[in-house]
């Protein structure tokens, strides 16, 4: 452990504290009773804003959700409780010591999130990038170095993680996800005290909480239509079973074509959740389940024009950005050559979808003086990716046949090829001056199933001093089947057109489009465990000054089984050049097995400035462990057990910040410092290499959620960060900025409510910027900063009926979120890159019933 940082980081935030402490008479705060409920006493841990699900629901019924700009929504973000990230029940947002955001569901709705990802942009510190689809974003947190995916993102669903690895290969913890009208609302933690409970995730915790049945039965109905033809219904219902018994039953349908139309619905699916709770003396215990089967369009990069070193960048000829999709009809359904005799028919319309059932019990009771909880959780899924991922940057059809006479001129014995045919697969000849691309036809599939619980234990064992102890345990596995490669010929048009390329020596370079063959193959069974114990305390020094502490001491085992591949031709036809080299697994097999532990810690405290103002800060270490992808790249049990080679990674924060909330205003602003080492990455090139690599980064930032309220009904909303953050101990990329992350992004929200007697109109809007990142480690593929703007607006008929209509992007900005990740350089020219999705809209009519 850096001694330096962990001594120098306590000695800043008792410093802080106790200062302020001695500068202020603890009656110049006078708080009521409530306000000042100690933590300490577990049975009443939440009643510091009157019970969480209380605070929340001044907001979200039926004639709360109408008040969000009113007196009402400023007493309930006053009085707010958040559980995430806290060792015992609750505790008020404003008192916290660490930076968390929330969101109602009436915020959600108003945020219009395209996916699951898309809600983290109500997150300063946090930049999605949500522009694939339903499932596959890459998330990237405050300077976090991390290349693709969400590493540093995890994912809980009633304070569990719903899968405990945050990512794997082709997996992110918001795939398993989808958004619907049974969640209450989403607390997402930044750093802070997650290293030591949980799952441990030292970035960036994002926790929903579903609705619970009570006393008052309710229910909707909401009809959506939108963009992409889209067509989807949302239910929900609640209310008493029997005595002490409760329940909730909702889901969605949906079926939509989607921005980018591709000729086939590019989202279908259905999610049925329900929960059963029942009250006991002193606690409760709720069951609840989600079945989800959904089939969500992956969209990767489209052609575009870059200029002036990729500062400047325009739409490529004939091919609308904002709209197109290279993915069409024509190659819907396409086929894979695994082996000798042994084809795989596939259907690009399956996306990365998610076929899921989860399971889970959230238990909470003081028993005999000792408040007790146990949150287990079980998953099982298929979250396959059957999508194209494109290749190198787009080309002339002449260049391309110059590029295969060049290659495959004298491959025929006694025969030099001197001429290249191309058609369509109609027959059609396809001109030299046609633009074409290259794309790989993936198929992955990826059966994930855990079991994690987290057991709990707390009570005061000194006035003012409460001990929490407790255990993590989680058994997990992936079993994968890939298809990478699989490249196949296109006309770079939205809709793209197959192509077949001849030479007359009798090669046959593209057949059915199908141009390269699966160039990585493996299948891999993985399992893994992980077993953590910690201990935590909170002080009450006075009613001004609480500190925290804790310690966490987790390990992890991993094992698995990888095929040993081999290459060969298909069709044992060396002339049929696109399925020679085929990547094929072997009969034999590759055991690895890796085991690591690791400590974490985290140490702050809260300073009451008076009832709704606090200052905090914190320090922490946590880890990530290494993941099965990283064990399968190492490829032999020396290089996994060479610590040199695959290193725990470990990271280091420090954060101060200010928190206050009045009927004027509210402002969460802070500061933050990180320090990573040991961190792995991973890039799958065009032609199926893989790069890996190792690097430390560091940075700092500021992050701020600020809100004015200068005259009734009206609210004006700031949220960013600023941070400078670059690598470090790689000489390949030290000093280079972290990757895909922008040093600085803002949004502005202004709402404005108009009362009409029993009706209401509200108006709101967001205007957004994102400020030029690199699209690699290198800092070789340059993105743009760009701007959006978002309107919306929602017309409530008393407390029964609410018509909504938003619209997303409509200054139609052509924003790129990602370069080529398939290829290492950069520069001007014509190149694929993934942009944000062009204008859309969304109506929708609710019944409350």
Same mark, same amino acid.
């Given at each position: ?13 008792i410093l802080?504290l106790?200062s302020?402490a ?5 009656q ?19 009643q510091?804003a009157a ?9 979200s ?6 008040a ?15 559980v ?5 029940g609750g505790v008020?947002?404003l008192?916290?010591a660490f930076?968390?955001?929330?969101a109602?569901d009436?915020q #959600?709705?108003q ?9 983290l ?12 689809g ?8 405050r300077?976090?170095?991390?290349g ?16 405990p ?15 619907d009208?049974?969640v ?8 802070g ?16 909480i579903?609705?619970?049945?009570s ?8 009809f959506?239509t ?12 609640g209310g008493k ?5 409760y ?9 939509t ?10 989202d279908?699916g ?6 059963l709770?029942r ?18 369009a992956?969209y ?13 960048i325009?739409?490529?000829?004939g ?10 009809g024509?190659m ?5 050559e695994?082996?000798?005799g042994?084809?795989?028919n596939?259907?690009?319309?399956d ?15 003081t ?9 287990f959780?079980?998953?099982?899924g298929?979250?396959n990716?059957i ?9 002339t059809?002449g260049?391309?046949?110059?590029g ?21 697969l ?10 074409v691309?290259?794309a790989g ?7 994930l ?7 709990r234990v707390?009570r005061?064992?000194?006035k003012?001093?409460?001990v929490?102890i ?12 890939w298809?990478?490669g699989?490249?196949h010929?296109m006309?770079?048009t939205?809709?793209?057109?197959l ?6 020596n009798?090669?046959?370079v ?12 493996p299948?891999?069974s ?7 114990l910690?201990i935590?305390?909170e ?5 001004r000054? +609480?500190?925290?502490?804790?310690i966490r001491r987790?390990r992890?085992?991993l094992?698995?089984?990888?095929s040993n591949?081999t ?5 044992n036809?060396?002339?049929t ?6 990547s094929?697994?072997t009969s ?18 809260n300073? +009451?400035?008076?009832r ?5 800060a914190?320090a922490n270490r ?24 695959l ?5 280091e924060?420090?954060?101060?910040g200010f ?8 402002a ?11 961190i792995?990455?991973q890039?799958?090139l ?7 690599s ?7 930032g ?16 700031l949220?960013g ?9 790689n000489?390949?990329?030290?000093? +280079? ?5 922008p ?38 593929q340059?993105?743009p ?6 309107l919306?607006?929602v ?7 609410e #018509? ?18 398939r ?10 890159a993934?942009p944000l999705?062009?204008r ?10």
């Amino acid at each position: 452990m850096n001694n330096r940082f962990l001594l120098s980081s306590i000695s800043l935030a008792i410093l802080a504290l106790t200062s302020q402490a001695r500068a202020a008479a603890p009656q110049d705060v006078a708080p009521p009773a409530a306000a000042t409920q100690d933590a300490a006493q577990p049975a009443a841990a939440s009643q510091d804003a009157a019970q969480p699900a209380a605070a929340v629901q001044d907001t979200s019924g039926a004639s709360g959700a109408g008040a969000q700009e009113g007196g009402a929504a400023v007493q309930a973000e006053m009085q707010q409780v958040v559980v995430t990230g806290v060792a015992t029940g609750g505790v008020r947002k404003l008192d916290s010591a660490f930076s968390i955001t929330t969101a109602t569901d009436e915020q #959600l709705r108003q945020a219009a999130p395209s996916s699951t990802a898309d809600i983290l942009k109500l997150v300063p510190g946090v930049y999605a990038e949500a522009t694939g689809g339903q499932s596959g974003a890459n998330i990237e947190v405050r300077g976090f170095p991390s290349g693709s995916d969400s590493p540093f993102v995890s994912v809980q669903l009633m304070g569990n993680p719903i899968y405990p690895v945050p990512t794997l290969s082709f997996f992110e913890g918001s795939s398993a996800f989808r958004l619907d009208d049974t969640v209450e609302r989403v607390e997402v933690l930044r750093g802070g005290p997650s290293t030591i409970f949980s799952n441990g995730q030292p970035g960036a915790t994002m926790n929903f909480i579903l609705k619970k049945g009570s006393d008052t039965p309710e229910g909707s109905i909401r009809f959506s239509t939108g963009t992409g033809e889209l067509r989807r219904v949302d239910v929900f219902y609640g209310g008493k079973i029997a005595d002490n018994w409760y329940g909730t039953i909702g889901g969605f349908y949906r079926n939509t074509n989607g921005v980018r139309d591709a000729g086939f619905p590019a989202d279908k699916g259905t999610q049925l959740t329900g929960t059963l709770t029942r009250k006991l003396d002193g606690g409760e215990v709720t069951f609840y389940a989600r079945r989800t089967d959904d089939k969500n369009a992956f969209y990767t990069g489209v052609p575009l024009i870059s200029s002036n070193e990729g500062r400047t960048i325009t739409e490529f000829p004939g091919f609308d950005p904002l709209t197109g999709t290279l993915m069409s009809g024509e190659m819907r359904r396409f086929t894979v050559e695994a082996g000798p005799g042994r084809t795989l028919n596939y259907d690009l319309g399956d996306g990365r979808g998610l076929k899921s059932t989860v399971f889970g019990i959230d238990f909470a009771q003081t028993i005999g003086g000792w408040n007790v909880s146990n949150k287990f959780n079980y998953f099982d899924g298929d979250l396959n990716t059957i999508a194209m991922f494109t290749g190198n940057n787009p080309l002339t059809m002449g260049a391309y046949n110059a590029g295969a006479l060049s290659s495959y001129r004298n491959a025929v014995a006694g025969s030099v090829a001197t001429t290249a045919t191309a058609t369509y697969l109609d027959g059609t000849p396809v001109a030299d001056t046609q633009q074409v691309v290259q794309a790989g036809l993936w198929a992955v599939e990826k059966q994930l199933q855990s079991a994690t619980n987290e057991l709990r234990v707390s009570r005061e064992w000194i006035k003012d001093n409460t001990v929490t102890i407790g255990g993590y345990f989680a058994n997990y596995s992936s079993d994968d089947v890939w298809y990478l490669g699989n490249s196949h010929l296109m006309t770079a048009t939205p809709n793209a057109r197959l192509i077949d390329v001849r030479l007359n020596n009798g090669i046959v370079v593209s057949n059915a489009g199908k141009e390269g063959p699966v160039n990585y193959a493996p299948v891999a069974s993985y399992d893994g465990s992980n077993t953590a114990l910690f201990i935590a305390n909170e002080w009450k020094i006075n009613d001004r000054i +609480k500190v925290d502490g804790g310690i966490r001491r987790e390990r992890q085992k991993l094992d698995a089984t990888v095929s040993n591949l081999t290459t060969g031709d298909t069709d044992n036809n060396p002339l049929t050049v696109y399925n020679n080299g085929t990547s094929m697994p072997t009969s034999s097999n590759t055991a690895l097995t890796r085991t690591d532990s690791a400590n974490s810690f985290t140490i702050g405290g809260n300073f +009451k400035l008076a009832r709704d103002a606090s200052v905090f800060a914190r320090a922490n270490r946590g880890h990530t462990f290494i993941a099965f992808d990283d064990l399968r790249n190492a490829g032999t049990q020396a290089r996994v057990n060479d610590r040199g080679l695959l290193p725990t990674p470990t990271v280091e924060q420090f954060e101060v910040g200010f928190k206050t909330a009045s009927p004027l205003y509210s402002a969460y602003v802070n500061y933050f410092r990180t320090d990573f080492d040991g961190i792995a990455f991973q890039q799958i090139l065009a032609d199926g290499t893989i790069l890996n690599s190792t690097s430390g980064s560091k940075g700092q930032g500021v992050e701020f959620e600020l809100a004015l309220r200068p005259v009734r009904d009206l609210t004006l909303t700031l949220t960013g960060n600023w941070q400078d953050s670059e690598y470090k101990d790689n000489p390949a990329t030290a000093g +280079k900025r972290v990757q895909r992350q922008p040093r600085l992004q803002g949004r502005f929200t202004p709402s404005y409510r108009i009362p009409m007697g029993d009706n209401e109109l509200q108006l709101y809007g967001t205007y957004t910027y994102i400020g030029e990142r690199w699209a690699d480690q290198a800092n070789l593929q340059y993105l743009p900063s760009y701007k959006t703007i978002d309107l919306g607006a929602v017309y409530r008929l008393g407390e029964k009926i609410e #018509l909504r209509v938003s619209g997303s992007n409509l200054d139609n900005e052509l924003g790129l979120t990602e370069g080529n990740s398939r290829l290492t350089t950069g520069g001007s020219g014509p190149i694929n890159a993934r942009p944000l999705f062009g204008r859309t809209w969304e109506a929708s009519v609710m019944y409350r019933f």
